[in-house]
């Protein structure tokens, strides 16, 4: 059990760009989670899959963000024309939840978005 | 809308001192409660769970109590060290899938 990864660890991009995100759960863990979280704030949920199935949305997922689990591993998420206020740390966890019941979530060590 | 807050939002103790932080949730209807630690930059540690139908969960020096009628839970951190030093976050199940958290505490233990 290697706990769940995120790639990269900071990125810096200029307005406009589009950025993409990874992020590996817990082996065998089938609920993935994203939240944002900005300077002196606690995190705020932005989507979770259940294995493959995208379950919620927050409306803070603008239609400029897109997030993915193509097979019930590894996450994306992909943040297009970036805009200034897209500047904030995005944390992926993961969790073991066969009834549907949300246990314990495990957090990854986040990936450090700039826009400038 | 469930809100968490968290009291106070920055707490200076020297070291020794037993201490407690407080989270307050605003809907009792509740699945869990989380209580985690994030250092400088980085990702958050999870410190202790605790179901619904728990009262409490203890782990080392650090002991977790739940009230959900009054919709408040306390972390209690006994013989605070410097290594302790680091914002606490709580944070609650409304239903069951995502985690709804305070702004944290952020602490400083003084050597």
């Known amino acids: 059990d290697t706990g769940v990864s995120q790639d990269p660890r900071h990125k810096i991009t200029k307005r406009g760009q589009n950025v993409t995100f990874r992020c590996d759960p817990i082996s065998e863990h089938n609920r993935l989670y994203w939240y944002r979280q900005t300077l002196g704030q606690g995190p705020e949920f932005l989507t979770y899959f259940q294995n493959e199935a995208q379950l919620e949305k927050s409306r803070l997922l603008s239609d400029r963000f897109s997030a993915e689990r193509p097979k019930g591993s590894f996450s994306t998420l992909e943040i297009q024309r970036t805009e200034q206020g897209d500047s904030a740390m995005y944390l992926c966890a993961s969790s073991f939840s066969p009834s549907g019941v949300s246990y314990e979530q495990y957090f990854g060590p986040g990936t450090r978005l700039t826009v400038t | 809308k469930q809100e968490v807050t968290q009291i106070p939002a920055a707490l200076s103790v020297p070291e020794g001192e037993n201490l407690v932080l407080n989270c307050s949730f605003t809907?009792?209807?509740?699945?869990?409660l989380q209580w985690f630690r994030q250092d400088p930059g980085k990702g958050l540690t999870s410190l202790l769970l605790?179901?619904?139908?728990?009262r409490e969960q203890t782990s080392g020096r650090l002991n977790a109590s739940l009230d959900k009628s009054s919709g408040r839970s306390t972390l209690y951190i006994a013989a605070s060290q410097p290594g302790d030093s680091a914002t606490y976050l709580c944070a609650v199940t409304p239903g069951a899938q995502k985690l709804v958290f305070g702004q944290g505490t952020r602490l400083t233990i003084n050597p």
């Open positions: 605790i179901q619904s139908s728990q």
């Open positions: 809907d009792s209807a509740i699945y869990n």
